[in-house]
């Protein structure tokens, strides 16, 4: 046993400690990289120089033996040893006996120990985990932990059964050796060697063994196996571990690779190049795992909550109820039964007064004239107004009402007439120009409603942008309107037969009021017929309206109060209204004041605006007295501002017979219509409420009262109780409406029978809205009728008054903490607001910056404010919103007088100006940005995050292999709103059906290359064409129903036409791009491999193209003679078609759909009728297309949705 290497017994040579440690780290070194194999091997060779004798010579008669590689056996023949690895030969110079047995000792220490075979054994180059592909993590382990990484640390039963060892073994030789014979024992899993001996098998399996341990790299920067003095002392002392061979390591020197299957093959490559290619073969990618964590969100900072924050500590609310209404005897059973009454039974009594801009009176409605006018315009409208012998409108169609602010008489009118008509009123607002803010949202809402009359007057119309050829031109985004002017001489006296149906009130919609939300899109809220009739009803008894009372109205009588008071319940209550016009209050503020006086009013309805604006011009007016008024209702009262004008009038007023408690605010949303009011003490309201709250706990949606010594308080004052019949509730803002605590702000919520019912069209945020059913903390719903969502942040105070902070519209969440776009805009104000900020005109919005709400301020500047006044201002403003908000801003511009987008009447149009601000359009004179003083959550160092977002959960599941959830749309058949489209299943029906309805609508318009119009086809000329079509193909064509047919066109309007033809005549269209007339041997071949696997009968196209089919050139390519009937559409004679052909079932073949791609695979999709009309119908909901769209398509129409826009989609 006692084999020499170099004349020395190995036992008798242990290494010392840090001889071991020193030759882990240049195996660390190797393993990474960082020294090439020929400096590791001259390193570890001085290493072991001392301890190990140069080796004085080699028994020739072991060269037929396996060898054993001395990668890690250092030598002073190892220079040698490389190169004989390098001729891919074996070398058994250096097998030893001694080795051998040392090894047979090492494995019979771990028989008397018991230790398990892997479980797992297979070729570890063939066979390999994900994490075999991961960079190695470097931490360190502990050396008795024995954790290996590399191939050498193995562990077996005893040697004696090698019947299960050597097939192992041999497998391992088979992927780690580099030696091309066969190994000297031949081996089958789980059977025993053939033809050898056990000491044999035992040499020759040991020698394997530890050419394989010649090769391992410790794991954790554990030391190696001490081979020098054969593994026996070393062995001993390690902890034994079953460890699963891994891949080989990146410093491994061998000329084994891997084919793109995993099985090796042989090389005759150098150390450095094998290095490179293991590199490459295993990039450092980062593990599975991380491919989940979201790099975009772990770059913010992360707010984390104030820990000392003010929370809401008081119980749960409960649900207000409201007074019962009252039972009113003799009460109509609907608006138009009063109208009907007082028409008839008081027609001289007055109904509304209009004024001019001078403030003299023009013109009294009386109900007599109000009922009789609007009789005519209903019969008019239903009797006079005809499309092709057929009447124009149908009960239940929608109507815009255009009339200015100047012209309340024939709104009145028309808004009675349309209701008597049973059609549907639309009031909007009067398009000066082209280019109106949110005109554009207007008419998408039109559209959305199918709108295709306008009401209007003469002088309205007079003043509305004309075309050239003298018609009211079509407005940006708006449908194609009929515009119908509605004074006396146009309408037409009814019939003695003719009667309008008055009936009862019930839950058909009444009309329809616009609303522009928060981002700048219109939505219509529809109101019923028992709505409108509960909501007169509720504020009769609220307000203790009373009959041939006077009512001032400064509001816009289109929608919200103005309407409800100054048309609706005053016509329930035959009350005279005194409208004044807004022209009138920009050029004398006191005129409401002075009608007041001058009419022995009893009620005005204002906003806070109209007070603030004529306590400026009271000087001028000494003799007015306001002692007539009973209710000065304030429309917009939940203002934070409205308690200071309130105030201010009320100082000024009083000493002209103004008392305190005629002041009534009120809360009102377009959804829930009006939601509380004070009441006067006559008609049972409690003393009007103050509330000075903390600022910065309104932040955090909690109450906590303050003083008013305190710069950052908000003083609200109460709007008063909630109407008669409702039940209100406060819910949480975000998320399942919780209800709020008593302490807590959240968002009012209202079940009454006199709110909105819907938004038009709008299915998804009507439920979310309209049908909300608020819980308990527990999750009991607490009423099993739905609440409608008001928008009002607001809280229930004592004597059951409700107070109103902000609205959902201007809430701003900016580091967790919300804040209200009014109150900022109050805060500016302060700061010297006569002197410098013209007229008052400031806007407040959000925009998003880094996932966080940022607060710009915009206002408008005065004409002679100089630079220095200007950012004089705007730092004073910056310091006052920080030290009262305790908020910073994000950007404040300042813009010329009168240049920010209006609203009707005046006011800002807050979306408009943010849009224009995120274009670029603002064009600011002025502008301070501030967003070191706002944006807190800059991102941080990069480092790992545990946390894992959607986005990496799907680039993580995409990695692993995992299928995607899938995701269903709407259901289409749900979705549709117009009985008249559902009629249609076919597109041959739908296109008869718009060329009987709409046939001058344009439905194509095409451009050249110049971007002048070459083409268009209405949906009459569309339809007139392809009848021509479907004659040519059933005369000239011989086509029986079901041919195939194909289409070679340019895109254009002829190949919408032969599509619609193919499909009147019962043909099946194929559409095909038309070759290139200059590469024809590219491009026709694929025209004649379409007609070919479509089995086109016949070919439809153009002159041009049919000769370039025929021509010399194309039967170079194809062979012409092979070609169906081709027949040209350029001269089609015009002949109409008898009988169109109608599928006798859905699911019949429409049309097919081929597509090549980019490998030049030829696909044919066949697609039926039902397919198609599915098809659209989704993409009309999905892309929200309305007859009024425009749609710019700039797709080849031979396949897709290329096709399904160009021929479809109409």
Known sequence: MAAERGGCSLDAVPLPPEVRESLAELELELS????????????????????????????????????????SQATAAVSKQQKSRS?????????????????????????????????????????????????????????????????????????????????????????????????????????????????????????????????????????????????????????????????????????????????????????????????????????????????????????????????????????????????????????????????????????????????????????????????????????????????LLKPGDRVALVFPNSDPVMFMVAFYGCLLAELIPVPIEVPLTRKDAGSQQIGFLLGSCGVTLALTTDACQKGLPKAQTGEVVTFKGWPRLIWFVIDGKHLAKPTKDWHPQVRDASAEIAYIEYKTSKEGSTVGITISHASMLAHCHALTQACGYSEAETLTNVLDFKRDAGLWHGVLTSVMNRMHVISIPYALMKVNPLSWIQKVCSYKARVAVVKSRDMHWSLLAQRDQRDVSLSSLRMLIVADGANPWSISSCDAFLNVFQSRGLRPEVICPCASSSEALTVAIRRPPELGGPPPGKAVLSMNCLSFSVIRVDTEEKLSVLTVQDVGQIMPGANVCVVKVDGTPYLC??????????????????????????????EAIPVTAAGVPVSDQPFTRTGLLGFVGPDYLVFVVGK??????????????????????????????????????????????????????????????????????????????????????????????????????????????????????????????????????RQKQPDVGPASMIVGNL????????????????????????????????????????????????????????????????HKRAERVAVALLEKGRLNVGDHVALVYPPGVDLIATFYGCLYAGCIPITVRPPHPQNLATTLPTVKMIVEVSKSACILTTQAIMKLLKSKEAATAVDIKTWPTILDTDDMPKKKLANIFRPPSPDMLAYLDFSVSTTGILAGVKMSHAATSALCRSIKLQCELYPSRQIAICLDPYCGLGFALWCLCR
């Open 32 to 71: 990474e990289g960082d020294i090439t194999q020929k400096g590791y091997e001259k390193k570890r060779a001085k290493l072991l120089a001392r301890y190990i004798p140069l080796i004085q010579g080699v028994d020739p008669s072991l060269q037929a033996e396996n060898r054993v590689p001395g990668s």
């Open 808 to 941: 959902l519209d201007g809430l701003m969440t900016v580091s967790g903490r919300r804040h209200n776009a009014d109150d900022v805009v109050a805060t500016a104000l302060a700061v010297e607001p006569m002197k410098f900020v013209y007229r008052g005109r400031i806007a407040v919005f959000s925009v998003t910056v880094l996932h966080d709400d940022r607060i710009v301020l915009v206002a408008e500047q005065r004409p002679d404010a100089s630079e220095e006044d200007s950012f004089q201002w705007m730092s004073r403003v910056l310091q006052a919103i920080d030290s009262i908000h305790q908020v910073g801003v994000y950007c404040l511009a300042l813009v010329p007088a009168n240049t920010l987008p209006k609203a009707p009447l005046g006011g800002i149009h807050i979306s408009e100006t943010k849009q224009r601000f995120l274009e670029g359009a603002l064009h600011p004179c002025n502008v301070l940005m501030c967003p070191h003083t706002c944006v807190t959550n800059l991102p941080k160092p």
């Open 959 to 1022: 990695v692993a292999g995992k299928r995607i959830a899938q995701a269903s749309g709407r259901d289409v058949t749900q979705l549709e709103d117009n009985d008249q489209a559902r009629k249609f299943l076919y597109l041959a029906d739908v296109l008869q059906w718009r060329a009987q309805t709409t046939p001058d609508h344009p439905l194509f318009l095409l451009l050249n290359s110049k971007g002048t119009v070459a083409s268009t086809a209405s949906c009459i000329q569309l």
């Open 741 to 770: 605590k008593a302490d807590e702000v959240g968002e009012i919520c209202v079940n009454s029978g006199a709110t909105g019912m819907a938004y038009f069209g709008l299915l998804g945020i009507t439920k979310n809205v309209f």
């Open 87 to 391: 001729t891919n030969s074996r070398d058994e110079r250096f097998r030893s006996d001694v080795h051998t047995e040392a090894v047979q000792a090492a494995l019979a220490k771990y028989k008397e120990r018991k230790m398990p075979m892997p479980s797992k054994r297979r070729s570890v180059l063939v066979h390999s985990s994900v994490e075999t592909y991961t960079p190695p993590d470097t931490s360190s382990a502990s050396e008795d932990e024995g954790s290996l990484r590399r191939q050498g640390r193995i562990t077996s039963t005893p040697f004696q059964s090698h019947s299960n060892v050597e097939p192992w073994l041999n497998r391992v030789i088979q992927g780690s050796s580099t030696s091309s014979s066969a190994s000297s024992t031949s081996s089958h899993p789980g059977g025993k060697p053939a033809a050898a001996s056990n000491t044999a098998t035992a040499t020759a399996a040991a020698t394997v063994l530890a050419d394989l341990m010649a090769h391992t790299q410790l794991d954790n920067h554990s030391a190696p196996p001490d081979v020098t003095t054969g593994l026996v002392e070393h062995l001993h002392h390690e902890r034994p571990q079953v460890a699963s061979v891994r891949g080989v390591p990146r410093g491994y020197n061998s000329s084994i690779l891997e084919t793109a299957d995993g099985v090796p093959v042989n090389s005759r490559v150098s150390s450095k190049i094998q290095q490179l290619l293991n590199t490459l073969k295993r990039p450092k990618r980062p593990p599975l795992k991380e491919f989940f964590v979201d790099d975009f969100e772990e770059l913010l900072e992360v707010q984390q909550p104030d820990p000392n924050q003010p929370k809401p500590e008081g119980n749960q609310m409960n649900v207000l109820k409201g007074e019962p209404l009252g039972v009113v005897t003799n009460w109509p059973p609907s608006l138009l039964a009063a109208l009907q009454r007082w028409g008839t039974t008081q027609p001289k009594a007055p109904c509304l007064t209009a004024l001019d801009t001078t403030g003299k009176a023009i013109y009294t409605l009386t109900y007599g004239k109000l009922w009789s006018r609007s009789l005519k315009l209903a019969y008019t409208l239903l009797n006079k107004l005809t499309a092709k012998n057929e009447p």
